[in-house]
Structures are given as C-alpha cells and as structure tokens.
C-alpha cells in the first residue's frame, strides 16, 4: 500500500486500461503502478516519462503552456499522461515532478480515462 | 559522436546504445580498468583516468554489496547537478565487462537502465567466445599491447 494506491486502483478500473503508473518524469523511473501480468512496467515508464517532459519541454519553448493531459495512440494501444510540473510562485513550490501514465487498449473510452486522470492528476503533491 | 575500441565487435552495439539512451559517452571497459571501447562526447575527460576510477568504484559497490546483502551490487547510480552516471557489469563469453554511461538531461535514469539492458544482450549476442585462455595481465607481451590498444583509441601512432 502507498499514497498512490486508491489514484491507480481507481484507474486501473476504467474499461480498457492494461496498466497505471506514477513515474518520476526526471528519472522515468515507477514510484507505484497497477499492471497486468508480463507488462514491463519499467519500459513504459522510461519512455512514457521522457515522452511527456519532451512534450512539457516544446509546449514551454512554444510558449503554449504547461502541459495539461498528453495522449499518444498507436496501432496496438494508447499511453495516456499527465502531471503538474513543478514550478516556483512567490508563495512557494506548485506541482510535483510526478507524471500519472495510463496504458489503455485502442477501444477504451478516453474521455473517462482523461477526467480520472485529471482527476488523479489533483491528489498529486 | 566519436567511436574507438579495441574490440570491434562492441563498436555497433555501443554506438546504437548511446544514440538510443541519449547519453553522452559511453564507455566499455575491464573490470580492471583498462579501456576497451568509447563512443560519445570524450573531449571533457580523460578516459583512461575516468576507467580506472570507474573499476575501482564497481569494485567497491560490488564488495560492499557482498558484505551487505551476500552478492555484489550490480548498477550503480550517480546524480550530479547537471551530469548523472550508470556503471554497471555486461556478462560475455568473452568475461564480465563494465560500463559507464555519462548523461544528463536530454536522457533519464529510466532510459538509460531500459537500453543498458538491450546493450547487454545484444553484446553477450555478439562477443566472439575466447578461444584460449586469457593472458595473466602482466605478461611479456603487455606494453606491446598496451600501446597498440592506445593506438586504437586516441589515434596515436
């Protein structure tokens, strides 16, 4: 059990997701994660996590913003993240280097899977 | 990028590892110390200075791994603030190797440790097997060696 384990059951409960992860988005390494049997939980975060700061990093450089909720869809399935990237305010530290990644089948509905990742994204330190 | 090594069959394999990870230098070695292969950025180190130390440090994770935990520690981690590095054994036919990934940001520790691993494999795929038995370190024949080893790497003539 960890802080993270009600945010990624809650998940891991939306039809057509294989696997939820917490990954460190600087170390694409898994501080928690729900998967199925035989998934490689530390190849999905690797690379899920240098997908998203790559993201985080053009979405900055293209002064669009931080990064709300990110979505790659492929032939055999779909990674869903999001994160609240951490930055300084006058009263301190917002955001958190955490990334919350979904893997998702190609059917699953990504609405549901995008509001509770929003969702999760909130409970995020 | 810059590649040289003594053993050519490593030369692929490390190219499409540092290339894949994103890492700065990657460098092959013995686990005694002596260079075997580099490929990356090597202009801000010098590799035979950064192998030795890099033997010696595998040597100490290992032991302290054997005292704490009954078996040596295999990778090893460090988190500079703008350079990180990941030193860890690749097992061959041809005996254990050890390399020391140099990266920063544009890579991650996740990247790094997840192609490390298809690094391994595919070296273990290609070492040739010895076809005898490895010269004691101090042979005669070692300074010859040494030198055309050096060659190889830096250029020398």
Redesign the interface.
Not at chain 2, 107 to 111: E, I, N, Q, V
């Given at each position: 059990m960890s802080v993270f384990t009600s945010t990624l059951e809650a998940l891991t409960r939306q039809r057509g997701v294989r696997a939820s992860l917490i990954v460190s988005e600087s170390d694409g390494l898994i501080i928690d994660a729900r998967l199925r049997y035989g998934q490689d939980g530390e190849r999905v975060a690797a690379l899920a996590a240098s997908l998203y700061r790559k993201a985080r990093l053009s979405a900055s450089a293209a002064r669009l913003g931080s990064v709300a909720f990110l979505q790659l869809d492929a032939e055999r399935g779909r990674i869903c993240a999001a994160g609240r990237p951490l930055h300084w305010t006058p009263d301190g530290a917002i955001g958190s280097d955490l990334v919350i990644v979904v893997v998702a089948d190609p059917a699953a509905n990504v609405g549901l899977i995008r509001m509770e990742l929003l969702k999760a994204v909130e409970t995020l330190a | 990028m810059k590649v040289a090594t003594v053993e050519p069959w490593v030369e692929a394999p490390l190219t499409r590892y540092v290339d894949d990870a994103r890492a700065r230098l990657a460098l092959l070695l013995h686990p005694s110390g002596q260079v075997v292969a580099q490929a990356g950025f090597t202009r801000a180190i010098d590799v035979m200075t950064a192998c030795a130390l890099a033997a010696a440090a595998h040597a100490t994770a290992g032991e302290l791994g054997r005292r704490l935990d009954g078996r040596a520690f295999r990778g090893l981690h460090y988190s500079g603030p703008a350079k990180q590095l990941y030193m860890a054994p690749v097992d061959t036919a041809r005996g254990a190797y050890i390399c020391l990934t140099v990266f920063d940001?544009a890579?991650?520790?996740?990247?790094v440790?997840?192609y490390f691993d298809e690094l391994s494999r595919e070296l273990a795929a290609a070492a040739p097997p010895l076809t005898s038995m490895r010269e004691p370190a101090l042979a005669l024949d070692f300074e010859r060696e040494l030198n055309a080893n050096l060659s190889a790497l830096f250029g020398r003539s």
């Open positions: - | 940001q890579s991650s520790l996740g990247l440790r997840m």
